[in-house]
């Protein structure tokens, strides 16, 4: 090369090929962890401003929830573990009152509905201190 020529003429892309689903989901993981209420927009807008891309925003969406597994775990597992959860809690606090409720599906797994828990200490400090006294009022029978 002989000479150098420093004026561009070429245009700016703000598309690159390299910021997959997997680079931004590297990326938004360390945000999540940090701002852990990031909205989509919030996202793009970084992504422009620090990287200077435009991304599509369905990958960008996809993208979000994959890093919010990443971070707080997927929700499925998560309720898998409850049985886990229940039996532990009963093995360190006998005497407590855990049930599970779930909706029965034909083709899959039964859907989580509510837990209820009651510890056993909480049982008894509720009897110790409880008067035994039942008043009625003027309700309907």
Same mark, same amino acid.
């Given at each position: 090369?002989? $000479?150098?020529?420093?004026?561009?003429?070429?245009?700016? %892309?703000?598309?690159?090929? !390299? !910021?997959?689903?997997?680079?931004?989901?590297?990326?938004l993981?360390?945000?999540?962890?940090? *701002?852990?209420? &990031?909205?989509?927009?919030?996202?793009?807008?970084?992504?422009k +401003?620090?990287?200077?891309?435009?991304?599509? %925003?369905?990958?960008? @969406?996809?993208?979000?929830?994959?890093? +919010?597994?990443?971070?707080?775990?997927? !929700?499925?597992?998560?309720? &898998?573990?409850?049985? *886990? *959860? !229940?039996? $532990?809690?009963?093995?360190?606090?006998?005497?407590? @009152?855990?049930?599970?409720?779930?909706?029965?599906? &034909?083709?899959?797994?039964?859907? #989580?509905?509510?837990?209820?828990?009651?510890?056993?200490?909480?049982?008894?400090?509720? %009897?110790?201190?409880?008067?035994?006294?039942?008043g009625?009022?003027?309700? #309907? #029978?």
């Amino acid at each position: 090369m002989k $000479t150098f020529y420093n004026d561009h003429i070429c245009p700016r %892309k703000s598309k690159n090929r !390299a !910021a997959n689903r997997k680079w931004l989901v590297g990326k938004l993981v360390k945000k999540f962890r940090k *701002y852990p209420n &990031l909205k989509d927009g919030e996202a793009a807008t970084y992504f422009k +401003r620090r990287c200077d891309l435009d991304l599509n %925003k369905s990958s960008l @969406t996809k993208a979000l929830k994959n890093a +919010r597994n990443v971070v707080y775990g997927d !929700a499925a597992a998560q309720y &898998l573990r409850l049985r *886990y *959860y !229940a039996e $532990t809690l009963l093995m360190c606090n006998p005497g407590s @009152t855990i049930e599970i409720d779930v909706s029965p599906q &034909l083709d899959s797994d039964p859907i #989580f509905e509510k837990i209820y828990v009651c510890l056993d200490g909480c049982k008894k400090g509720f %009897k110790a201190g409880c008067r035994p006294l039942i008043g009625l009022d003027g309700a #309907f #029978f």
